[in-house]
């Protein structure tokens, strides 16, 4: 009896432990002012957008607009840094594909107040949509909301909660389920998680053009997920593999190819 109320002691210490540790096994936020604070240093020319979630927390976002745009990529970034640190790759999308930008700033990232967690990522997102709507009146056929990552979850979640002309998730995964069997295999904290980001449930639901890239070389996380997450999605939907590619580097390895098949896709889309 001692044995089996010491192992009873042991599992509900682990299973309190995991849930308190899931966010910082999660989010890698970095705050203001570390990052790259001058986008004109890039050669970027940017608004600064501050608006609020649901809940009251004030966020913080940027707005690239590019002259006779027709459609807006709303951005939901990865886990770690800020928007900041995705300068680069914005200067290189609106130098080779005819959308304006918007990148959201999550809650406790860069200039935004409060700390990430699943349910705050999503008012998150939606606060974002919002803020396009109503101030700088783009209609919801002009959205195409785009998520890299873990943002890939919060894109998914925002097409189910506001209409949008399409999606377009990179190197993302099903759910987080299935990330903790992948990075942590030799333990069994998949059954016990409460961060669910179950992306592959939800784009089920979805009727809206899917745009799914990967890299092939993806280190963290599995090109294979990628594939899954494309399985559950309805048609109109292209899968594109990023040939060469690892987690951060799409952008860079894939070449005019990729740009290409972001542009054809928003192209496509406003076409319909």
Not at 100 to 128: C, M, V, W
């Amino acid at each position: 009896m001692h044995v089996v109320l010491a192992f009873l002691a042991i599992f509900v210490i682990f299973v309190v432990a995991l849930r308190l540790m899931e966010n910082s096994m999660i989010y890698f936020p970095v705050k203001y002012p570390e990052g790259f604070w001058q986008p004109a240093a890039f050669g970027v020319t940017i608004e600064d957008c501050f608006f609020t979630a649901q809940d009251g927390v004030k966020l913080h976002g940027w707005y690239a607009p590019q002259e006779g745009a027709r459609q807006t990529l709303l951005w939901c970034h990865g886990n770690a840094g800020n928007i900041s640190h995705r300068l680069d790759q914005m200067k290189m999308l609106l130098g080779r594909v005819k959308a304006n930008i918007f990148i959201l700033g999550y809650r406790g990232y860069g200039r935004s107040q409060g700390s990430p967690g699943e349910e705050g990522l999503y008012k998150d997102a939606q606060a974002a949509y919002d803020y396009l709507v109503s101030q700088k009146n783009v209609k919801a056929s002009q959205v195409v909301i785009y998520g890299q990552s873990l943002g890939g979850a919060v894109a998914i979640d925002l097409a189910l909660a506001r209409p949008c002309a399409g999606l377009i998730i990179e190197s993302s995964f099903t759910s987080a389920k299935d990330m903790a069997k992948h990075l942590y295999s030799f333990l069994p904290m998949h059954y016990f998680m409460g961060v669910r980001f179950d992306s592959a449930a939800k784009i089920a639901q979805l009727h809206r053009p899917v745009l799914i890239m990967h890299g092939t070389r993806d280190e963290v996380i599995p090109f294979e997920l990628g594939q899954r997450l494309f399985s559950a999605a309805n048609e109109p939907k292209e899968f594109y593999p990023i040939q060469g590619a690892t987690h951060n580097d799409p952008y860079l390895v894939g070449g005019d190819a990729y740009y290409a098949k972001i542009r054809d896709f928003i192209e496509w889309i406003d076409d319909q």
